[in-house]
T-cell receptor, first 112, second 112 residues
Framework: AQSVTQPDIHITVSEGASLELRCNYS??????LFWYVQSPGQGLQLLLK??????LVQGIKGFEAEFKRSQSSFNLRKPSVHWSDAAEYFC??????????FGTGTRLKVLA | DTGVSQNPRHKITKRGQNVTFRCDPI?????LYWYRQTLGQGPEFLTY????????KSRLLSDRFSAERPKGSFSTLEIQRTEQGDSAMYLC??????????FGQGTRLTVV
């Protein structure tokens, strides 16, 4: 079955600390992978995407993610977190980009 | 603003009433998607349009739900005889062929 797992429901980090959000997927075809961020009551904003090529992808707001096919993972990282990064983060997988399967999200809290 | 626009942003309705939501996609995008997001969950795919053709509907889309995209531009999602279980955020997204999806701010439906 196709699925996306985000094992951490909540993560708390101090401002300035590094961040890694985990994402594992199960998908039969070659996956297209995405990370989206959602602030409370808002829609989703695309942080970055992986379609093919270099497995380390750079996104907006200083985020990056690495696709590891052998581990079926697409973890999101940021070297230094800012208070404004507090939000919910969703990993998604698709093929041909027409239908996405989302994880249940990781809520990030940033301590001043 | 050339992003995806959804109206209304919030809707409170009594159980049994009909509601209709509108989505205006990014103008050059030929694909349009509807997703539903309940509290604490990631978005779940409802349906997808390629221009004016509705190409796939999720099992989540019961007979009370209908979506249209009459001229391949804006789309409407109608829910008839609303139930409390329909309370959720309804998200619209659009994309080019083989491009990432851009999401609107969503319509939050509360059925009382």
């Amino acid at each position: 079955a196709q699925s996306v797992t985000q094992p951490d429901i909540h993560i708390t980090v101090s401002e300035g600390a590094s961040l890694e959000l985990r994402c594992n997927y199960s998908y039969g075809a070659t996956p297209y992978l995405f990370w989206y961020v959602q602030s409370p009551g808002q829609g989703l904003q695309l942080l970055l995407k992986y379609f093919s090529g270099d497995t380390l992808v750079q996104g907006i707001k200083g985020f990056e993610a690495e696709f590891k096919r052998s581990q079926s993972s697409f973890n999101l990282r940021k070297p230094s977190v800012h208070w404004s990064d507090a939000a919910e983060y969703f990993c998604a997988v698709g093929s041909g980009t027409y239908k996405y399967i989302f994880g249940t999200g990781t809520r990030l809290k940033v301590l001043a | 603003d050339t992003g995806v626009s959804q109206n209304p942003r919030h809707k409170i309705t009594k159980r049994g009433q009909n509601v209709t939501f509108r989505c205006d996609p990014i103008s050059e995008h030929n694909r349009l998607y509807w997703y539903r997001q309940t509290l604490g969950q990631g978005p779940e795919f409802l349906t997808y349009f390629q221009n004016e053709a509705q190409l796939e509907k999720s099992r989540l889309l019961s007979d009370r739900f209908s979506a249209e995209r009459p001229k391949g531009s804006f789309s409407t999602l109608e829910i008839q005889r609303t139930e409390q279980g329909d309370s959720a955020m309804y998200l619209c997204a659009s994309s080019r062929d083989r491009g990432e999806a851009f999401f609107g701010q969503g319509t939050r439906l509360t059925v009382v």
